[in-house]
């Protein structure tokens, strides 16, 4: 069965660390990649995704992907955090043999110390 | 970008009735949609996909007769709550998929059920 599994359930990290976050999937076949977050209070919004091309992908507010075939991973990474950045980080996945169906991480909450 | 609304935000209602929420795609058609589940502090559960047209595909362990999914056109689905009890109580998210074929989903606000 097609699993997300996410390896961090809570990161706190003070302002301008660095970020990783890991994400490992299960799934047969070509998938495509997400990381979604959602803020408090707010709903699900699209941070980067992973369709083919390029294994290293930019996102919206300075965060980045890497896809590592080989690994099974998805890593989630920022340079510096910002207060701002305090919120739940999922990683999903669809395609290959789930189809369309997304399968969600369990999430990351990340609280960033100002 | 891509908008989803859901409709209502919030409902409060008394064990044994049922409960309807709406999710539209507001600018783009959306032959498919998804029902999830969160509970709180935890992940968004898959409950079922929604194709327009036809009857819902629903996930292991999810009841068809108690969570009933309707997708009557491009833009609108429903799910309807059926005899709400108070482990119903939840957020119910749906997201949809543009027509076009892109694999990218975009996500309603969600509804915060809380049944009494």
């Known amino acids: 069965a097609q699993s997300v599994s996410q390896h961090n359930h809570h990161v706190i990290l003070s302002e301008a660390a660095s970020l990783e976050l890991g994400c490992n999937y299960s799934y047969g076949g070509t998938v495509n990649l997400f990381w979604y977050v959602q803020y408090p209070g707010q709903h699900l919004q699209l941070l980067l995704k992973y369709f083919s091309g390029d294994p290293l992908v930019k996102g919206i507010k300075g965060f980045e992907a890497e896809f590592i075939k080989s690994k099974f991973s998805f890593n989630l990474r920022k340079p510096s955090v910002q207060w701002s950045d305090t919120a739940e980080y999922f990683c999903?996945?669809?395609?290959?043999?789930?189809?369309?169906?997304?399968?969600f991480g369990a999430g990351t909450r990340l609280f960033v110390k100002a | 970008g891509a908008v989803v609304s859901q409709h209502p935000s919030w409902v409060i209602c008394k064990s044994g009735t049922s409960v309807k929420i709406e999710c539209r795609s507001l600018?783009?058609?959306?032959?498919?949609m998804f029902w999830y589940r969160q509970f709180p502090k935890q992940s968004l559960m898959l409950m079922a996909t929604?194709?327009?047209?036809?009857?819902?595909?629903?996930e292991q362990g999810v009841e068809k007769d108690k969570f009933l999914i309707n997708h009557a056109s491009l833009t609108l689905s429903t799910l309807t709550v059926t005899s709400a009890h108070p482990e119903d109580s939840s957020f119910y998210i749906c997201?949809?998929?543009?027509?076009?074929?892109?694999?990218?989903?975009?996500f309603g606000p969600g509804t915060r059920l809380l049944v009494l």
């Open positions: 997201s949809a998929r543009e027509t076009s074929g892109r694999e990218t989903q975009y």
């Open positions: 999903a996945v669809n395609g290959g043999t789930g189809g369309f169906k997304t399968i």
């Open positions: 600018d783009f058609q959306a032959t498919t």
């Open positions: 929604s194709n327009e047209g036809s009857k819902a595909t629903y």
